[in-house]
């Protein structure tokens, strides 16, 4: 017998994830994300509490680049986790469990996450 030389079982070289599963990973990260996040809420408020030293403490972090990208991607985790949840209470009342309508509207997800985060920092700045 001839020795064929192929993975046994497909793996992440062989097999490519269809959008859906990726969300749904995303999903379950971002609401992780999203818990640490909040560390950082909580923060900010304990702060605004203890008076203005504690506060400008805050805020230099929450200005600095470093704070500035986890808030940007505090905005982003918690777009797509609640565009993400919606779409699961669209699954959970039946509709959208068709391959297209569910490669769809994973890419609304996205896309529309990538433009609320973006909506969301535009006001912060204008307002």
Do not use: C
């Not at 994300?33 to 805050?58: D, Q």
């Not at 490669?103 to 307002?127: E, R, Y």
């Amino acid at each position: 017998m001839a020795q064929i030389e192929r993975p046994l079982s497909p793996h992440l070289q062989v097999y490519r994830l269809p959008l859906t599963a990726l969300a749904s990973i995303t999903h379950r990260a971002t609401g992780v994300g999203l818990g640490f996040g909040t560390l950082l809420l909580t923060w900010w408020l304990v702060a605004a509490a203890s008076g203005p030293e504690a506060y400008g403490n805050f805020q230099w972090f929450a200005g600095s680049i470093l704070g500035i990208l986890i808030l940007f991607g505090f905005t982003w985790a918690l777009s797509f986790h609640l565009l993400n949840g919606l779409r699961h209470l669209f699954w959970d009342a039946g509709w959208g469990f068709d391959k297209q309508e569910s490669h769809k509207a994973s890419l609304l997800v996205v896309g529309g996450s990538v433009a609320l985060t973006v909506i969301v920092w535009i006001a912060a700045f204008i307002f």
